[in-house]
């Protein structure tokens, strides 16, 4: 935890010294022109200064990792953005563009003209450039693929062909092979004669003549076993293994479950076509858990900070318009029972309460289904136990929390009907809440929507119209 406050201590510290810079150039540069000097001195001394300034912010970022200047560059409006990317050495944008928000990595790309995109994808490996490819214009993806040798051509065309949330769309190619019939002391030979190993190598893929995969030898069984020993007596033959295919959901969570650093990926045939790294399950984990985030308040893409407020508007209508639509339900469901409210007009300041008490408790149980199939822990053989099980959640709370805001309503208004009904109309909505919580989820999933998409925004809207018509209901029958 300290560890990881100081790194986002630095990070700020270097975002603050970044902005300082560039608010001491853009300080200098006017007073500079507000000087009165003849054009020739005045041109010099603006170019000398520009320099100056520049040399200083240029080196500040050379110092800095390219996840460190992502983070600066998507800390910046717009205008200082593009002048500290101007400032990144060339041969270091492919990596930024890697490491930048989806919606940053296209103001930067639209800052840049072909030759330069080029030479910043030819930088990268070819599993980084099946990341950064779909954001290449075509001519430049074009011109890209016809400079790649065969083989890495064809491995990013292969790349390409897969969704984003398939293995084969996150694995790489970086893989050390080594053949079963020979010994371990041979094996060590091999790999100090490459001298180095791909980042993240915590073993080493055993194949035949044909690539198929027969096993793989952990480094750490290498170091520890007798060098005279085969690798097919210390390898490990039935190895965690993950197709192109399978989602990369799954393959997240098996990285989990049996903590992998890296896995191999083959094709139907069992031959050896990738490697799957923990580095890139991270960063799909990561991109997921945003995407939800984003998708649970209404935001159909991710948002670029310092974007337009056009571009922002657009981001944003959808689920606003839902919303209003949802509104308008609750409203006329309301206005179903004007006369009730004008008889007692204390409905009207507690039956927001029975309506936000549900739709809270109806977002604790959604997110709690949401979670469990994100999971996988939720099947048909245990729905019908989590429906009771919720509906046994809801009743207690009602009961409580209801019998709470009855006394409480009893005393402010010293009527026991309306405390009774208080309670009622309390315990009823968090019935519905719960009802509606578990099936709408699970609703969504059926016909193959992300059940975090909007899943909120739903069950609020039942719980305020059901919570309205429930208590003005239950107060039309018994107070008026």
Do not use: C
């Not at 995407?291 to 959808?318: I, T």
Request: charged residues 25%; without cysteine.
């Amino acid at each position: 935890m300290a560890e990881n406050q100081e790194i986002k201590e630095s990070l700020q510290e270097s975002l603050q010294q970044v902005i300082t810079l560039l608010d001491k150039q853009h300080l200098i540069e006017d007073l500079v022109h507000k000087q009165e000097q003849d054009a020739p001195k005045q041109e010099l001394l603006e170019t000398l200064v520009h320099k100056q300034n520049l040399a200083v912010l240029q080196s500040k970022l050379d110092l800095l990792h390219p996840a460190d200047v992502a983070y600066i560059l998507e800390a910046l409006p717009l205008e200082q953005r593009l002048d500290v990317w101007e400032l990144v050495k060339a041969e270091r944008d492919g990596e930024i563009l890697l490491e930048v928000s989806d919606a940053v990595r296209q103001t930067l790309i639209a800052d840049m003209d072909s030759d330069e995109l080029l030479a910043a994808a030819e930088q990268l490996d070819t599993d980084e450039l099946a990341d950064l490819a779909p954001d290449l214009p075509k001519d430049v993806l074009q011109d890209l693929l016809e400079s790649l040798d065969t083989q890495n051509r064809e491995r990013l065309q292969s790349a390409l062909a897969y969704p984003d949330d398939a293995v084969g769309a996150l694995m790489d190619f970086d893989i050390v092979t080594i053949r079963e019939d020979i010994s371990l002391e041979v094996a060590l030979r091999y790999l100090r004669r490459i001298g180095t190993l791909p980042d993240h190598t915590d073993k080493l893929f055993v194949v035949d003549r044909h690539d198929i995969l027969r096993g793989v030898l952990p480094l750490k069984r290498l170091v520890v076993k007798d060098l005279d020993l085969g690798v097919s007596e210390v390898m490990t033959a039935d190895p965690v293994v993950f197709n192109p295919e399978d989602l990369a959901d799954d393959a997240s969570k098996a990285f989990e479950r049996y903590d992998l650093v890296t896995a191999p990926v083959v094709d139907a045939n069992n031959k050896l076509v990738g490697r799957l790294t923990v580095d890139a399950v991270m960063d799909f984990i990561r991109e997921e858990a945003e995407s939800d985030m984003l998708s649970m308040a209404g935001l159909r893409e991710e948002e670029d900070l310092f974007s337009s407020v056009w571009k922002s508007v657009q981001n944003r209508w959808a689920w606003l318009a839902v919303n209003l639509v949802t509104a308008l339900i609750a409203s006329r469901v309301i206005g179903m029972f004007e006369g009730s409210i004008e008889k007692v007009v204390a409905l009207a300041a507690l039956m927001p309460i029975v309506a936000g008490i549900g739709g809270n408790s109806g977002n604790q149980t959604t997110t709690m289904i949401v979670r469990g199939l994100a999971l996988g822990q939720i099947a048909s053989h245990n729905m019908q136990s989590l429906l009771k099980k919720e509906l046994g959640v809801s009743l207690l709370n009602g009961l409580i929390w209801g019998g709470v805001l009855g006394f409480i309503a009893f005393m402010l208004y010293h009527n026991t009907t309306l405390s009774v009904l208080m309670t009622a109309a309390m315990t009823l909505n968090l019935l519905l809440a719960a009802v509606m919580g578990v099936m709408i989820p699970l609703v969504m999933t059926k016909f193959g929507r992300d059940p975090a998409v909007g899943s909120s925004v739903l069950i609020t809207a039942v719980t305020d119209s059901g919570g309205f018509f429930i208590f003005l209901g239950l107060a039309t029958v018994f107070l008026t």
